[in-house]
């Protein structure tokens, strides 16, 4: 089994909203920055939205203010609430694990090295 796994995937069309979940192993959550990043078919995978351990979060100007991320450390599951979808936002959605309790890894992908098997999402124009 992955060591986190990510769900709540799906075809919604433009307007709609989604909430993605990934479960991650006990006190991961609580202790390590965690970020939310996707790929596109034929496009490099981008960042959209980390959390630190305190529950700060921050999130890429193409999706700020429509995506929100947050966790719950006590069921160790980090969330990615998405409103507003537009087709643009289609892709393969993962959640990653930093090595540190502080988002210094920004939305760089190389500098996470634990990932999900991803979810996809397609919005409908």
């Known amino acids: 089994l992955a060591p986190l796994r990510e769900s709540g995937g799906g075809s919604v069309p433009e307007g709609g909203s989604l909430r993605l979940s990934c479960v991650a192993p006990?006190?991961?959550?609580?202790?390590?920055?965690m970020a939310w990043f996707r790929q596109a078919p034929g496009k490099e995978r981008e960042g959209v939205a980390v959390?630190?351990?305190?529950?700060?979060?921050n999130a890429e100007d193409y999706v700020k203010g429509r995506f929100f991320a947050s966790k719950d450390d006590v069921n160790n599951i980090l969330y990615l609430e998405m409103t507003k979808l537009k087709a643009e936002d289609t892709a393969v959605y993962y959640c990653?694990?930093?090595?540190?309790?502080?988002?210094?890894?920004?939305?760089?992908?190389?500098?996470?090295?634990?990932w999900g098997q991803g979810t996809p999402v397609t919005v409908s124009s």
């Open positions: 006990p006190g991961v959550i609580g202790t390590y920055c």
């Open positions: 959390v630190d351990s305190e529950g700060n979060t």
């Open positions: 990653a694990q930093f090595e540190e309790p502080e988002c210094t890894g920004g939305f760089r992908a190389s500098s996470y090295g634990i």
